[in-house]
């Protein structure tokens, strides 16, 4: 397991904002995922998708990984940041395109004209 979990820490050091989802950006497999997807895609900030459905392992190394039990998990610059729940909360509340920004991540989409 611990192949796994070195391998998930080294993504979500590497990458500026990883989604472990199930399914992929263009082609979600669940609703959560799907609706994180949607978020992201909408605020215009880029991020790597990661299907946790390809592998066993790996579905269950995210979770032992963030200590989160459930998928979608969102990552920004190596910090947990939540699943659907709290990521839909934060962009309601118009909190996430701040997050964002004070991470120095562009958000290039409909939310970045407001």
Request: contains cysteine.
């Amino acid at each position: 397991m611990s192949g796994i979990i070195d391998w998930i820490d080294n993504e979500v050091k590497t990458n500026d904002v990883v989604v472990f989802m199930k399914g992929t950006p263009d082609f979600p497999q669940c609703g959560f995922s799907g609706q994180v997807v949607q978020i992201l895609n909408y605020i215009g900030v880029d991020y790597k998708g990661v299907n946790v459905l390809s592998s066993d392992d790996l579905r269950s190394g995210i979770k032992e990984y963030g200590s989160w039990p459930t998928i979608p998990q969102v990552y920004v610059k190596g910090e947990f940041v939540g699943g659907c729940d709290i990521l839909r909360e934060m962009f309601q509340a118009g909190e996430l395109q701040d997050y964002f920004a004070e991470r120095g991540i562009e958000a290039k989409g409909a939310a970045a004209a407001q």
